[in-house]
């Protein structure tokens, strides 16, 4: 039911946006905006029971919930940094599209260091025991 409900906003907010453009180029603007930010916080609300699961399998497997917790950072920005750079490009903005896109490309690998780091001290440790 709440993918339809993410539908119909999408939908309203798409068409209210196209029919404002050629009129009122601001509101089109803020009708946008608007709507990505109701379909942000319905999918947000979404996502918050997945969390749980996560942890639940960090328990269960012995995983540092800090590691837990930098996956779904990185998972994370990298649907914001999407969802803003898709924002952006509709407004005819590809390069600043490009740069959000790359931006968050860089801040995901700059979160990612603190796994690297636990995979190669796993990886060494299995090397000292054979």
Known sequence: MELVKIIGIGLVTAITAVLLRTSRPEL???VTIAG???ILMFSI???SGTF?????????????NTLIKVILKIVAIG????????IVE???AKSI??????????IIFTISVPIVRTMIALIGSFLELV
Do not use: M, P
């Not at 749980?52 to 540092?64: L, Q, R, S, V, Y």
């Open 45 to 47: 609300e979404l996502l």
């Open 79 to 86: 649907y914001l940094v999407e969802f803003a750079a898709g």
């Open 52 to 64: 749980a699961i996560f942890t639940e399998i960090g328990e269960k497997t012995g995983i540092d």
């Open 90 to 92: 509709d407004f005819g």
């Open 36 to 38: 990505s930010v109701i």
């Open 28 to 30: 089109s603007f803020a």
């Open 97 to 106: 599209a490009d740069k959000l896109v790359l931006a968050g490309k860089v």
